[in-house]
């Protein structure tokens, strides 16, 4: 099928949905504050739309679904089908997406997944493989067991070229197929079933409700959640000295760190880290080494400003990990001390927090130990 060809949107919303319980039909009922079919419908944004509609609901379609082509539905499913497709069979449509009213959970990957497949093929359907055993029951008795294998359980949208299923629906006048498949099949079109999904439930009982209310739910906290994460790099080299400050601990060693500042390798890399993650630069855009006033400045005041910084913006630290890359001094001993106190100017508890080091075996500057590097990721969870 070639980029240009065009696809239709047809949602069935017809019917009346008596085993949903009472009260309106269920694709009118509504589910996180709108009905049941503005949800459908939304699902399908940018693509052209068709709704079949029972007549009693067209003043309640229009004021719901402005802008959307309603038809009158038949008597049944297939009838409802045949009549939206009927009236836009002139209208240039090469391929049709036909979807039932009250399945409102459908994803963007679900119809993508489909319209590729009629890229290689007449007809297509999401579909999940039966894994429970089945039984056969008569008057609440398990009556015996039917084989699982080769079994899915259908879904929509289903998906056609326009001609074919026109076609298929003309050639059975009868209107009482179960849905667009059997027809297409009946009409020797051949079916590619493609990955369905647990989500894309059909609204059928009134317990059903609940579930697409927590899966919205669900789907609204993963929107509203901004995870970022940052990385930061950050090197000094040694210089003249007898301690040097790593992490936020004095380190007794035989030299010391050549920096603007305390030279705090460590906490300069992580303060990077949570500055790259906000795309707020680095230390030097905050605090410009230029300018008198951090000379020798305590580098827990870049890391505090870099914390609050992250605050403000509604982020806490979900966790961060520093390594530092030297042969000396050993970093093992001061690694708890160097933890806890990250931590504390950080303002979490230490398990979110990393500090390990490694040496370069004796490569590289830091092997020929002429200073130190320091690798840091901190990853921000919104409020």
Known sequence: MPPSARTLVLITAAGRGSR???????????????????????????????????P??????????????????GGTRAESVRNALEAMQDQGYDRVLIHDGARPLVSPALIARLIEALDHGPAAAPGLAVTDALWRGEADQVAGLAPRE??????????????????????????????????????????????????????????????????????????????????GYDVHAFTEGNQLWLCGISVPHDKGLLGHSDADVGMHALTDAIYGALAEGDIGRHF????????????????????????????????????????RPKIGPHAAAMQARLAEIIGCEPGRVSVKATTSERLGFTGREEGIASIATVVLVQK
């Open 56 to 73: 009693e609901d067209r003043a309640r379609a229009e004021a719901c679904l402005p802008g959307v082509t309603l038809i009158e539905g």
């Open 20 to 54: 949903a319980g009472e009260g309106l039909p269920k694709q009118w009922r509504m589910l996180a504050g709108k009905p049941v079919l503005a949800h459908s419908v939304a699902a399908f944004a940018g693509l052209p739309l068709v709704v079949t509609i029972h």
């Open 288 to 327: 410009p080494p230029s300018d008198p006033q951090w000379k020798g400045a305590a580098s827990d005041i870049f890391l505090d400003h870099a914390v609050k910084l992250a605050a403000s913006r509604g982020y806490t630290i979900g966790n961060c990990d520093v390594t530092l890359v030297c042969e």
């Open 150 to 231: 080769g079994l899915y359980r259908a879904q929509t949208p289903q998906a056609f070229l326009f001609d074919a299923i026109l076609a298929a629906h003309r050639a059975d006048p009868s209107g009482e197929a179960a849905d667009d498949v059997a027809l297409a099949r009946a009409a020797g079109l051949a079916v590619t079933i493609t990955e369905g999904e647990e989500d894309n439930l059909k609204l059928t009982w009134p317990g059903d409700f609940a579930r697409a209310e927590a899966i919205l739910a669900r789907r609204k906290g993963a929107e509203a959640m901004d995870i970022r994460m940052g990385n």
